[in-house]
T-cell receptor
Framework: GAVVSQHPSWVICKSGTSVKIECRSL??????MFWYRQFPKQSLMLMAT?????????EQGVEKDKFLINHASLTLSTLTVTSAHPEDSSFYIC???????????FGDGTRLSIL | QKEVEQDPGPLSVPEGAIVSLNCTYS??????FMWYRQYSRKGPELLMY????GNKEDGRFTAQVDKSSKYISLFIRDSQPSDSATYLC?????????????FGKGTLLTVNP
């Protein structure tokens, strides 16, 4: 149980393109979803937290107009990287939690490469 | 001082060895402790979740929490090559919002056949 699906797993696109990443909880309802970024050989860096039906809460230094997050239902959250540039290339990972104090379950990540 | 300290390794052991992975933390408010395993180019996979001091066992894995010393451990018995991965400790606390996780840097483990 507690499966989180993330799509796509890998995307390559041209600079200036907007890219949408989907995160779905397949067998549970996620009250909270989280978006992380991970650089090679480093730990996860939290970008934002979203609760279903509410605006996302962004971490300091993360541009909310650059990284648009939508959490329209209890099983789906999306991250859109707008006007992506090469410096946005990274590994993006989502996680979902059933409720407070329950552990986060992670998707398999999306490798984003901007040319 | 970072909130969570974890030796990044790398740690290399022979197959069948007992592996000990550790994290220390400074925030006494942390109440919930997790260990995740992350294979290369994959998302972290939850291995253990505990919220009390003491030991919790699941198959070859044992999680140990010592809140008085602010120290958590993960033991892997009879280690296998398939255990080769990065192991991340994570913790959180009640209070604030959304129970954000604080991660260690991760320990890279290689189990040699």
């Amino acid at each position: 149980g507690a499966v989180v699906s993330q799509h796509p797993s890998w995307v390559i696109c041209k600079s200036g393109t907007s890219v949408k990443i989907e995160c779905r909880s397949l067998d549970f309802q996620a009250t909270t979803m989280f978006w992380y970024r991970q650089f090679p050989k480093q730990s996860l860096m939290l970008m934002a937290t979203s609760n279903e039906g509410s605006k996302a809460t962004y971490e300091q230094g993360v541009e909310k107009d650059k990284f648009l997050i939508n959490h329209a239902s209890l099983t789906l959250s999306t991250l859109t990287v707008t006007s992506a540039h090469p410096e946005d290339s990274s590994f993006y990972i989502c996680s979902a939690s059933m409720q407070a104090v329950q552990p986060q379950h992670f998707g398999d990540g999306t490798r984003l490469s901007i040319l | 001082q970072k909130e969570v300290e974890q030796d990044p390794g790398p740690l290399s052991v022979p197959e069948g060895a007992i592996v000990s992975l550790n994290c220390t933390y400074s925030n006494s408010a942390f109440q919930y402790f997790m260990w995740y395993r992350q294979y290369s180019r994959k998302g972290p996979e939850l291995l253990m979740y505990t919220y009390s001091s003491g030991n919790k066992e699941d198959g070859r894995f044992t999680a140990q929490v010592d809140k008085s010393s602010k120290y958590i451990s993960l033991f892997i018995r009879d280690s296998q090559p398939s255990d080769s991965a990065t192991y991340l400790c994570a913790m959180t606390h009640r209070g604030g919002s959304n129970y954000k996780l604080t991660f260690g840097k991760g320990t890279l483990l290689t189990v040699n056949p």
